[in-house]
């Protein structure tokens, strides 16, 4: 059982609901990095996301390109991330890390060499933006091989044959993106995701996570009623980048702390 299946076994025992944090890797420096990822820990985060800077992140909006951009100005590589992970690992062995990007940096440095490379440093699973079900044969071998889950999104406009393939190859949860755009946009539809989310937990056997336009707690809690799990990225990295270098941790705890408890009262 991976980290990620023993994390929501555990949840679902405790009739509770899993809280996904995203932050960029090197964002807002380096030095930064693995303090914000004990921090998101303790602040109630069941499964930290790692983003990978990348230089043309498609998915994203507005603030997390701006985190990839700082994190690049600072020279912030994979194999880099794979050190933070691995500096983590020391004093946390229990909280799932799944590395969240895109298919360059980790083609770059080849399936297998990453897949081994990343297991050795700790991380759980791994989520390529731009390789869909199609095209992930090869990665998804060369992870399954080290024992890695293959994280995929899922959207609203997902055709069932592609839902198909993600419930073949996908292991320890599926990220739904609840609305048609970017990380950070505010339109979410909760009458679409209550209608969504029974069939697709029913189709693929596994977590559901829900994540992009979920910016406060009280959207945290209504997606918590419906959802295995909340992920909130662009409203961490917002506070990161408007937050004093000396507040960062101490701001970011708060935040989470407070998304935790909206969860939690789900």
């Known amino acids: 059982m991976s980290r990620i299946e023993a ?6 025992k405790q009739n509770r609901k899993a809280l996904i944090a995203f932050i960029t890797a090197g964002d807002p420096e380096p030095a930064a990095t693995v303090p914000l990822m004990h921090a998101l820990s303790k602040a109630g985060a069941d499964i930290i996301e790692l983003g990978v ?7 994203d909006g507005p603030t997390i390109q701006r985190s990839s951009e700082r994190a690049l100005k600072h020279g912030v590589g994979l194999r880099d991330i794979l050190a933070m992970v691995r500096e983590f690992r020391r004093t946390n062995g229990e909280t799932p890390v799944v590395l969240m990007g895109y298919d360059n940096p980790v083609e770059a ?3 297998e060499t990453f897949a081994a490379e990343a297991k050795g440093a700790g991380v759980d699973g791994v989520l390529t933006v731009d390789c869909p079900p199609e095209e992930s044969s090869e990665l998804v071998r060369h992870l399954a091989a080290q024992g890695l889950d293959p994280i995929f999104l899922l959207s609203p406009t997902t055709p069932p044959a592609r839902v198909e393939k993600v419930a073949k190859y996908a292991r320890g949860f599926v990220y739904y993106v609840s609305l048609k755009g970017v990380t950070g946009a505010a339109h979410l539809d909760l009458s679409e995701l209550s209608g969504k989310l029974p ?3 029913t189709r693929l056997g596994l977590p559901v996570g829900v994540g992009f336009g979920i910016r406060d707690g009280a959207t945290a809690q209504a997606v918590a009623k419906l959802a295995d799990a909340v992920v909130v990225g662009s409203r961490i990295v917002e506070e990161i980048e408007r937050s004093a270098r000396e507040r960062v941790v101490d701001n970011v705890t708060a935040l989470v702390s407070g998304l935790r408890a909206a969860v939690d009262a789900a």
């Open 53 to 59: 800077p990348f230089s043309d992140p498609m998915a």
């Open 7 to 12: 994390k929501f076994e555990s949840l679902r």
């Open 199 to 201: 069939q697709l937990r």
């Open 109 to 111: 440095m080849g399936y």
